[in-house]
């Protein structure tokens, strides 16, 4: 084949590739509106292996193969790319001000995205409910302190779904006003669960304690009071917003604290709990004898593993509870929605309040 043969030839697969590329980055774009409406990261890494795995299949010279592995690699961090650009203004819903520690995991789960502060769980909640904000980055766990029950309760009156958690280690550190020294220092301020995890220090400085609406709160009012003998316990990252000096580092007692932040968006994704995942179940049980133990019953009567189960008290009706699980598997497959229908037999109220995969939040985006 002649030189200008051959260029020709790549010149009319170019026009083809130039359309095909036009159509691939339009369902990209499907893509990213599905994941902003869902409230899921760009990054998936396990579905670009899997991608890349199955197409490079397509290719049976094993030489030309790797080259089409590298192509593939590339496309996808174009389509990412695109995917960023798209998202950019997502509304990131957290409760706080910046620094706290919700808004790091929001900005490490959607780094495109916009953090918008709001005074508490509820109002952060609302916000998504009512169409001002894409998702809501709130806390449902703590290793260390255990639940965030107001969370809890919102799972179960509310209407969003969660379609991820993400898990983010924290440091709590001492914070005072420039020239303090931890010897000055009487009064330490922060959100009740930080004072939980940092108890055995507190006790040890025989530190007198005041609360606030979470860590950043704490740090900003110290910083306002201007005051040697009264600190905040709060996150590095809140030391350099509000011009504090870190007193004294990992002061938490729990060398393995780590939170467990959920998404909530208005969207249910039931894809999350497939390979892997898991969901949340919300449900009530008859005032009767073993009516807690018949749902139970139910749940592993269809090969679904219990690893979460907590009770909580229902705000309306003094001394009834609701429960709170979270089980192993895909609530959405055939054996989910046989489940689910066998408890809504027995149970007054059954809710699955969304699907997801537990992602470490350390890094950014879905593999942070």
Not at 128 to 154: H, K, T, W
Not at 171 to 180: D, R
Request: hydrophobic share 40%.
């Amino acid at each position: 084949m002649e030189l200008n043969e051959a260029r020709e030839k790549i010149k009319a697969v170019d026009e083809e590739m130039a359309k095909l590329f036009v159509s691939r980055m339009e369902a990209v774009r499907e893509v990213a509106a599905y994941k902003r409406a869902h409230g899921l990261p760009i990054e998936d890494k396990e579905q670009e292996a899997r991608v890349i795995e199955g197409r490079s299949a397509l290719i049976d010279d094993p030489e030309l193969r790797s080259f089409y592995v590298r192509f593939l690699s590339e496309t996808i961090e174009v389509s990412k790319s695109w995917q960023h650009r798209l998202t950019e203004g997502m509304r990131v819903a957290y409760s706080g001000v910046e620094g706290a520690f919700a808004h790091v995991a929001a900005k490490r789960i959607f780094p495109d995205g916009t953090p918008v502060s709001y005074p508490s769980f509820e109002a952060a909640y609302a916000a998504v409910e009512a169409g001002e904000c894409d998702v809501a980055v709130l806390p449902i766990e703590n290793s260390f302190a255990g639940e965030v029950g107001r969370v809890l309760d919102l799972m179960f009156s509310g209407g969003l779904y969660v379609n991820g958690v993400y898990d983010l280690s924290v440091t709590q550190n001492l914070l005072g006003v420039p020239g303090a020294k931890p010897s000055d220092v009487k009064t330490v301020v922060s959100h009740p669960q930080a004072l939980s995890q940092c108890g055995a220090y507190i006790r040890e400085h025989g530190y007198s304690t005041v609360t606030a609406e979470n860590t950043a709160l704490a740090a900003k009012a110290v910083a306002e009071k201007n005051d040697v003998s009264t600190a905040a316990i709060a996150s590095g990252e809140t030391a350099e917003l509000y011009g504090l000096t870190v007193l004294d580092h990992d002061i938490n007692e729990s060398r393995t604290n780590t939170t467990r932040f959920a998404v909530f968006s208005r969207a249910e994704n039931p894809s999350t709990g497939r390979d892997g995942g898991a969901f949340l179940l919300l449900f009530t049980v008859k005032d009767e004898v073993g009516g807690l133990a018949t749902a139970i019953n139910l749940v592993s009567a269809y090969n679904f593993n219990l690893r979460v189960l907590r009770s909580r008290p229902m705000k309306d009706l003094p001394w009834h509870y609701y429960f709170y699980a979270e089980a192993e598997g895909d609530a959405s497959s055939d054996a989910g929605k046989r489940m689910i229908a066998a408890l809504r037999g027995v149970c007054p109220m059954v809710k699955i309040a969304g699907q997801y995969k537990t992602e470490n939040a350390e890094q950014g985006g879905r593999s942070i």
